[in-house]
């Protein structure tokens, strides 16, 4: 994730480099450091800089980094024509890389030849079947086409090898809350959770889906999820609150009086009730005669 200092030092010299100010290479490298996609100006200004010759010559070795640079922002620009030329240069200088084969790949993809381009990454994977970007570019390919069994199917092949790649799980769990498998996506931000304890989203999330899901335990669940988001944001997730909300007033329909913890439930519902009237007193006012109805329809008030 870029830093708020990373990404304040990008634009500036974005602006120097749109205002004629150079530092064009300087931006490319930070673009590239950063993993960040401006993938027009790194067209424009990756071009500039390889139709002059002086200025190419000078970069030595990392003159390559740019040709396959500015060839991947051609793809994402759909400039296919100038994408072919650079990966022609990169395969001639380097005849036997497997990078290069990677970005062959991906422009089959950007072209739509997507039977020549699954052949090319099956290919891939025989030499590396332990490449990360192949295997992610297979479940991309899925999701370009609308196949979203298929983008399951190669994310589920993905996570087998690479259970450590959070962002994989999270891609899994949306996928499965898209086509209302609660149940799966619940067992991704469990895996989630797991790893990063501490992440208010992935327990919101998880505390959404059980609630969803319903039953008694599943809400009880929910309610504890929903808590634990207000305790690390500080109790400054309104989402959180309005949670625990509809779970306590679910509990006690549920339960019909068998819930043992009937004075704990009703502090925490004074709690979460005054905690939202203070929050909309601040930030809206004019609909707290709103939240004000919604409480008492959970039979929620401070």
């Not at 989203?201 to 335990?217: K, N, P, S």
């Not at 599943?218 to 779970?247: E, H, M, P, W």
């Not at 004019?286 to 008030?301: E, F, G, R």
Request: glycine content about 6%; hydrophobic content about 40%.
């Amino acid at each position: 994730m870029v830093s708020k200092t990373e990404e304040a030092q990008l634009n500036r010299l974005e602006s120097q480099v749109d205002n004629g100010g150079g530092g064009a290479w300087e931006y490319l490298c930070l673009v590239r450091k950063l993993k960040v996609r401006r993938s027009e100006k790194v067209l424009k200004y990756g071009m500039s800089i390889l139709n002059d010759l002086s200025k190419r010559s000078s970069l030595g070795p990392e003159e390559w980094t740019l040709y396959e640079q500015v060839a991947l922002a051609a793809m994402d620009c759909q400039c296919l024509d100038v994408a072919k030329d650079l990966i022609k240069l990169l395969r001639k200088a380097f005849p036997e890389s497997k990078r290069v084969g990677k970005l062959e790949a991906m422009l089959l993809e950007a072209k739509g030849s997507w039977a020549e381009a699954e052949k090319a990454y099956s290919s891939l994977l025989e030499d590396s079947p332990l490449d990360q970007v192949v295997h992610k570019r297979r479940v991309a390919m899925a999701k370009a086409q609308g196949d979203t069994s298929g983008a399951i199917e190669w994310l589920n092949k993905y996570l087998e090898i690479f259970m450590a790649d959070n962002d994989a799980w999270r891609e899994l769990a949306e996928i499965y809350v898209s086509l209302q498998m609660y149940k799966q996506a619940a067992f991704c931000y469990e895996e989630l959770i797991l790893a990063q304890p501490t992440v208010p989203l992935y327990h919101l999330a998880y505390a959404d889906i059980l609630y969803t899901l319903g039953g008694l335990e599943n809400i009880q669940t929910a309610k504890k999820y929903y808590a634990s988001v207000i305790d690390l944001t500080g109790g400054k997730n309104i989402r959180a609150l309005f949670g625990i909300s509809l779970c306590t007033s679910a509990i006690a329909q549920l339960a019909k009086g068998r819930n043992k913890e009937d004075k704990e439930t009703s502090e925490l519902q004074s709690l979460v009730a005054t905690a939202l009237e203070k929050d909309y007193k601040q930030r809206a006012p004019d609909k707290l005669s709103l939240l004000t109805i919604a409480l008492k329809n959970l039979k929620v008030s401070s």
